[in-house]
């Protein structure tokens, strides 16, 4: 992939990790990345956790979570070298794996994995119910699949005020509604399925991060990632808080788990 190709370079991965913190490539930080996991037990289990993005979230599944391992994967080599490098200065390489992949099928045999977990990276795989079917394959008996991703609310074309927004993004989203993924993860076979919208909470969190990008804060980021990116980045934000407000844009976190 050649740099103009890349969606999330090393620019976006400062911005962002400025924006939600140290090896975080989504909102919430280590609380809600772990909320996606609340009642599944990680201790011991193997994960796979697709797209990794920085790497903070591997880390922590091993490191203050108990996994046995994590396998990181991501399509983006510079999102890669930044995760390998936060494992690396965590002294944790044994535990880790991070591998660029294609995108595609999950280049893993069955019952690879206990945990197939995911923070807000599936908005990137147009295709869910493929997708739903190879999480199925890869995971153990009784696992869990256990992600975080952002979804419209409804089928069907977008609203001006989302088509504004996801054009403003410019970044390849792919985003589906509830019933579309709860019906994908049924139909793989999945049980226990379950979805919570987190839309109230992204809402009010969202609108606090556009008031200091756009405020206290403008002038430091603007330094340190240029002015223009600061005036494009505000200009996404307005729009994504449009659509949060009407509940359109509504993340979800999403869980399945495999029969034993
Ligand atoms: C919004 S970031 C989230 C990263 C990380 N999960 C986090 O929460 O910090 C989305 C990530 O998905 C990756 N991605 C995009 N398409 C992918 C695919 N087909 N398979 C795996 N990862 C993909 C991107 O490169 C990016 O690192």
């Known amino acids: 992939m ?4 890349l969606l999330y370079d090393n620019q976006h991965i400062a911005f962002l990790e400025d924006i939600w913190g140290e090896g975080f490539l989504s909102p919430g930080g280590a609380e809600e990345a772990a909320r996606v996991l609340d009642g599944i037990d990680v201790s011991g289990r193997r994960v796979l956790d697709i797209g990794c993005g920085s790497g903070a979230i591997a880390v922590m599944l091993v490191r ?5 391992s994590v396998t990181g994967i991501d399509v983006e080599d510079q999102v890669c070298a930044a995760a390998q ?9 044994t535990a880790i794996d991070i591998r ?6 999950l280049p893993f045999a069955p019952d690879s994995f206990d945990i197939v977990y995911s923070k807000d990276s599936i908005l ?4 869910k119910e493929a997708l739903a079917r190879d999480v199925f394959r890869v995971l153990a008996p009784g696992g869990w699949f256990a992600a975080s991703d952002w979804l419209i609310s409804h089928d069907g074309a977008p609203s001006p005020e989302m088509a504004a927004y996801l054009k403003a993004e410019d970044l390849d989203f792919a985003m589906a509604s509830p019933a ?3 019906q994908a993860l049924e139909a793989a076979g999945f049980g226990n399925v379950g979805l919570l919208n987190r839309n109230p909470w992204y809402r009010d969190v969202a609108a606090d ?7 206290p804060e403008r002038e430091r980021l603007s330094d340190a990632h240029g002015a223009d990116f600061i ?10 808080i449009e659509v949060l407000r009407t509940g359109e844009h509504c993340p979800h976190h999403l869980r399945g788990q495999k029969p034993a």
Do not use: C, F, K, N
Request: no cysteine; charged share 25%.
């Open 100 to 105: 660029l992949v294609e995108p595609g099928p």
């Open 124 to 127: 990137h795989i147009p295709d």
């Open 2 to 5: 050649s740099d103009s190709d």
């Open 180 to 182: 579309r993924y709860r």
């Open 209 to 215: 991060e556009l008031a200091l990008l756009s405020g």
């Open 85 to 93: 490098a936060r494992v690396d200065g965590a002294g944790l390489e």
């Open 64 to 68: 203050d979570m108990g996994a046995a």
């Open 231 to 240: 005036s494009g980045q505000i200009e996404t934000w307005t729009a994504m």
